[in-house]
């Protein structure tokens, strides 16, 4: 570490805190995948004093934050010429080949989707709100969710996300992601389906 300026950091999410700090307390500058941190007031933690009395980067890498065709929907409907925004569904889902995988050391789906799944949510409504939360629970003991569904109540609006992260079992191997938006305020709506090679 001591030859680099920077570190990426694509661990499990339980290691992220922890990896993150000892990177900060080596001078390091540090992008790392969502989420920062899993615990409550620890992504908080993180960026105070350490980063700021350092002249430190701390930032959170999410791809699709930075996609332009994203932002170019997002602008869109914050800009108000489809009128106010009042539900937004967001979802995201893989498949992936691990019939053997030690669920300990995988992403869940919270994990691995939820970030990208509620970007938009947060991105266009910023007030209070209530939620609930259901999730299918693949190894409950290492709180592996394949399945989670959260449905948020803001007191002008409505939004929805659904990720799921469920292992292959069958001989063949391939990946399937759907990623959907759909913003409801006039018709503007979303929507991309990626394959790759079954």
């Not at 994203?70 to 979802?91: C, E, P, Q």
């Not at 995988?101 to 869940?108: D, E, Q, V, Y």
Request: charged letters at 20%.
């Amino acid at each position: 570490m001591e030859q680099c300026d920077c570190v990426y950091i694509f661990s499990h999410p339980e290691r992220h805190y922890e990896e993150i700090k000892y990177a900060l307390e080596q001078g390091k500058h540090v992008l790392c995948e969502s989420p920062i941190a899993l615990k409550k007031g620890g992504k908080q933690k993180l960026f105070l004093p350490l980063p700021i009395t350092r002249k430190l980067v701390l930032m959170e890498a999410n791809k699709t934050a930075y996609n332009t065709a994203y932002n170019r929907l997002i602008l869109l409907a914050k800009s108000g010429k489809i009128g106010n925004v009042i539900s937004v569904d967001a979802s995201c889902t893989s498949m992936f080949h691990a019939p053997n995988a030690n669920l300990a050391h995988t992403w869940n789906s919270i994990c691995a989707w939820g970030p990208t799944a509620m970007l938009p949510v947060f991105q266009l409504f910023h007030e209070p709100y209530e939620k609930q939360m259901i999730s299918l629970f693949e190894e409950e003991t290492l709180s592996f969710d394949s399945f989670t569904k959260i449905d948020f109540c803001f007191p002008s609006a409505v939004a929805t996300i659904k990720v799921g992260e469920r292992r292959q079992n069958r001989r063949r191997t391939g990946h399937l992601r759907y990623e959907g938006l759909h913003l409801c305020a006039g018709a503007l709506v979303e929507d991309r389906l990626f394959r790759a090679p079954i």
